[in-house]
């Protein structure tokens, strides 16, 4: 399954402002709890790992364990110092990484 | 007399049987029900501990979401610590906690001082009623901790 991933920014701000940012990604966030109908349990596959840079530099990142749902939503806030790119990267735990940017002007 | 003896000693034996037996049941019970929230509470005590490096303080951290969650697939949870997130005081972490699920740790998020603010909202699985926990940790070392109990009506982690 392909995770879409999509997430808002405000597309200005000002300087010194704390903007939010919203986050979602389609993804089965399967825990590895659950027992298919014919009871063989299903395999577990998370994100383990979200990231969000600004410029290049980290402004947040996150550890995901099973307990976090699907189709993972994360709200946050970020400082807005200069006008730039936002880049989101979500981590699979098979190892594919699924990014998302968003471009922000700063006044 | 002896007679009024003889029926109350029947009776109370019958009921004595009866008592025990339900009693019986019901402590059966109560060790099976108690027995895996203990072991798991006492894990998510050990992480906690383990990442505050002692015992945390209370205050500060605010764990926010519903007070009943009726699908616990999908239960809105919002943490916020106060902090002035400057470049000497801020949230370094915060991890968030759920005791009476299968595995205890939910999600750990690092924030910096460019976050402005130690806040996140997101959803998470809850398997029944518990008291979920965020332990933040502050830039200077210290630790905070703080909790809300979710009661759920459906429980989220599958068969």
Redesign the interface.
Known sequence: MSAKPRVRVPSTAKKGE?FEIKTVISHSME?G???AADGSP?PRKIIDKFVCT?NG??????????????N????????A?ESGTLEFTWHDEGGETYTATADIKVT | MSVLKETRLALSRRQLLTAAGTGLVAAAGLSVMTARPAAAAASAEELITKIAGGTPKEGLVKVDGPEIAENG???PVTIEVESPMTADNYVKSVHVF?DG???P?????????????A????????AKTQNVRAVAVMSDGSSYVGGKEIKVTIG????
């Open positions: 704390v825990s709890q659950r027992k299903i600004y530099k980290e402004v947040m990142t996150s550890q995901w364990h099973g307990a976090v749902s699907a993972p939503y994360l709200e946050f806030f970020c400082t110092t | 697939n999908t239960v759920a699920n299968p595995s740790e939910v999600a750990a998020f690092t924030f910096t001082p460019q976050s402005g603010k806040f996140a909202k997101f959803r998470i699985r809850l989220g982690c599958g068969g």
